[in-house]
Nanobody, 121 residues
C-alpha cells in the first residue's frame, strides 16, 4: 500500500504565507509527477500545480508568482510554498503523486487526505 500524508495547513491572514508538505510512504518503487490540487466549498477540485521528478513545474494561472512547488526525491516529499495568500485561496489542499509500486508497473495516481487552508482576517 501507498500513503500520502499532507501537513502544514491552517488559518492565516490575507497576505500571509504557509508551507504545505506531503510525504509518500509504503510500497514505492518510483514516483513520477507530484502535484497539489485544491477544492473550495461548492467548487470542483482544481490543479494548483505540479512538478516532475526532474523538477519541471507547472502552475495554475491563479497562483503563478505566489506559489512555489518543490520536491525532495530522497524523502519522497513534495512541498507547496504559498505566499501572498488571498481569501480565495481558502480550500482543502490535496497532494497527488503518480507512483509505481514495482519495476515494470505503470504509475497510477494516489491522493492524500487533504489539509485545510483558510485565509481570513
Amino acid at each position: 500500500q501507498v500513503q500520502l500524508v499532507e501537513s502544514g495547513g491552517g488559518l492565516v491572514q490575507p497576505g500571509g504565507s504557509l508551507r504545505l508538505s506531503c510525504i509518500a510512504s509504503g510500497s514505492i518503487f518510483s514516483i513520477g509527477v507530484m502535484g497539489w490540487y485544491r477544492q473550495a466549498p461548492g467548487k470542483q477540485r482544481e490543479l494548483v500545480g505540479d512538478i516532475t521528478r526532474r523538477g519541471s513545474t507547472n502552475y495554475a494561472d491563479s497562483v503563478k508568482g505566489r506559489f512555489t512547488i518543490d520536491r525532495d526525491n530522497v524523502k519522497n516529499t513534495v512541498y507547496l510554498q504559498m505566499n501572498s495568500l488571498k481569501p480565495e485561496d481558502t480550500a482543502v489542499y490535496y497532494c497527488n503523486a503518480d507512483i509505481s509500486r514495482r519495476w515494470g508497473e505503470s504509475p497510477f495516481g494516489n491522493w492524500g487526505q487533504g489539509t485545510q487552508v483558510t485565509v481570513s482576517s
